[in-house]
């Protein structure tokens, strides 16, 4: 019987029920009444950068749709009940950036979030309209381009080398899970210049397939290469991922760490809050390489970056193999730790 009434809901007449047609246009007056809703699918849901520009995109939709509301809503004739406004904002129901004030611990400044944003008319429930890395909505983070740097893009890519007069590329390697990852690129090396950078997955040297590779058959399979060009297939990073950030008002993200690794999380804070986690290794700032350095450097990177921060991060267990019989005082004098170029 409950079979024959589904059938008789989409199938009636002959016709499909339309995302507006309910059981009454189709002439069905099933007990207790309601209504059918066609699910179609939703709005593309918009990707940000930080939990912080996801809010303060939100608090801009409302702004947005109460406005359009109100705007479009019929006059009130004269004599007509109008409820009670006093005491409530002129301009819409939600507060407008200036009186959200230290919101989440931000200083927020409405011409700058503007500038942040391309403002469209509120249809769809659509403010911003996505740009920049990954098609992501930025009211908060903006233009940044610490988060360009530090972008692990998904896909493969190809990468061209060709050897230095020490017949040398700058790269050291690690096997890992039947995978070849680069252990270390040496700075103002060809590896560094072509943009390679710490725990890249190496899939293919000349054409040859890597997995299964150890570390020695990689660095030989380069050694015997041809000087002028060594072609290699490469995948970003994937044992690591970013976390974007803001500071407080006092100039902290809340999270401490010791020996390059963090340690714990301040509560409430923007590190808390946009899913860092603890026993994580900082492997960059804003797409800087910091393994090797030491903690007080590490603290003037962070010091010294701006507002919105996106850090690189690894977890403790991989990160710890991934650096094996490599000492500190070589990571510290020959890794590549320059200012990527976007």
Known sequence: MLLLFVCQLFWTRGEILQPWRTAGDLGLNPKPHFSLLYLKSQERMSLYPSLEDLKV?????A????AQSTSSAPAITEGAHQPATQGMPSSSLYPNL??????????LNSDEVQRNLALVPAADNQVAVAS?????????????VGIRRAEIRQGLREVILCKDQDSKVGLRLRDVDNGVFIQLVQANSPAALAGLRFGDQVLQIN??????????????????????RIELVVRDRPFQRTITMHKD???HVGFIFKSGRITSLVKDGSAARNGLLTDHYI???????????KDPQIKDILTSSPTAMTITVMPKIIY??????????LLRSAMDHSVPEV
């Open 63 to 66: 702004q947005s749709q109460f």
């Open 132 to 144: 920049g890395v990954g098609g992501m909505v930025r009211p908060v983070t903006g233009a940044d």
């Open 283 to 293: 492997c960059e700032i804003n797409g800087q390489n910091v393994i090797g350095l």
């Open 207 to 228: 054409g040859q397939n890597c997995a299964g590779w150890s570390a020695d058959k990689a660095h030989k399979a380069l050694k015997a290469a041809a000087e002028t």
């Open 98 to 107: 200036e009186e959200l004030g230290d919101y989440m611990g931000l200083r």
């Open 57 to 61: 995109d939100k608090v801009m939709r």
């Open 320 to 329: 710890e193999h991934m650096i094996k019989r490599m000492s500190s005082g």
């Open 249 to 251: 008002s006092s100039g």
